[in-house]
């Protein structure tokens, strides 16, 4: 009852918000909450460039907390269902629990939780009006306040404020990348019988709250220098990462929408290590080799800020 009523409230937040009575703030707490209050199931694509993925997402809210289903609809099979923050993948034709780490979410969920952040570092202006996959929606832009990150665009349900459509532009006005719903359910006719399912019941630690301590933060001595203004760390680590021998020094930043991970390694004389910028989509990857270690920059972010990032690394001494 207590979710339900929170919901209606921010409903009204969202509904007022569009008559001018509350501020930006309450319009986008009503945005990220209904992403995980709201019950909805339906078909979403992602593109870039040429590249297109079509997948089928369920998500529901019960006494138990959040279910999430995510499955592929092209190529190799892909399932991932989320409980809280547990996360099982399909793998190798069964459910295995994979790590889980928290950060920034996926469409339709990308907005934070901590939002105050977000006009430190966008200009949320108001874009019109739209339809997606059946459904009136509000236009909102993200402009940055430089040209160290992407302008987002994001259509928003009027009825709910789930999030149905969000755009990358770059600084050419062009898409970078967008997700979008093709169709949508949403609201008490959504299916919850897969929650209830064997497969479903069967994956351990359903049902039950997550136990795992909050990760320690690390002081390796790697500083950044020249991160864009407003990204903030949210993580220091030192992890073992699949095929290396020697344990990965990561560091992550956020700005409350985007996000950049630094990697920084030994050289391996076993890996052909290789420089230089790759992209997918929204994410730039910059890789350099700097006196026997290898950095790696990954970020939801123009290149020209992995660049600027990744030459201001140093050691700076635990």
Not at 80 to 107: A, D, L, P, T
Not at 246 to 259: E, H, R
Request: aromatic residues 8%.
């Amino acid at each position: 009852m207590k979710a339900w009523v929170g919901v209606f409230g921010l409903m009204l937040a969202f509904n007022a918000s569009a008559a001018g009575g509350q501020s930006t703030l309450d319009l986008l707490k009503a945005i990220a909450f209904a992403g995980h209050q709201t019950d909805y199931s339906g078909v979403f694509v992602y593109q870039y460039g040429n590249h297109v993925e079509t997948s089928m997402i369920s998500h529901v809210v019960d006494a138990n907390g959040e279910y999430e289903k995510l499955e592929g609809l092209d190529g190799p099979k892909r399932e991932i269902i989320r409980h809280r923050e547990q996360v099982w993948c399909y793998r190798q034709n069964q459910m295995v629990q994979v790590e889980s780490r928290k950060g920034k979410g996926k469409f339709p969920m990308l907005l934070p939780d901590q939002l105050s952040a977000l006009s430190e570092n966008y200009k949320v202006k108001e874009a019109g009006t739209d339809r997606v996959a059946g459904y009136e929606t509000r236009v909102l832009l993200f402009q940055p306040r430089d040209k160290l990150r992407y302008t987002r665009k994001v259509w928003v349900d009027m009825g709910t404020g789930l999030l149905l459509k969000s755009a990358v532009l770059n600084d050419k006005n062009q898409i970078v990348e967008q997700y979008a719903f093709t169709e949508l359910k949403v609201g008490k006719d959504v299916d919850r019988s897969w929650i209830a399912s064997d497969e479903v019941k069967s994956l351990p630690g359903v049902g039950q709250m997550n136990q795992d301590k909050a990760e320690q933060t690390v002081n390796s001595g790697w500083v950044v220098d020249a991160l864009p203004g407003g990204f903030k760390k949210t993580t220091e680590l030192v992890r073992p990462m699949h095929g290396n021998h020697a344990p990965v020094t990561q560091l992550v930043f956020s700005d409350g929408l985007s996000a950049i991970s630094v990697f920084v390694e030994p050289v391996s004389a076993n890996e052909n290590e290789k420089e230089g910028l790759s992209s997918r989509g929204a994410v730039n990857l910059y890789s350099k080799i700097v006196d026997g270690h290898v950095y790696h920059v990954v970020g939801e972010v123009p290149p020209i800020t992995v660049i600027q990032v990744i030459n201001s690394i140093r050691y700076n001494g635990k």
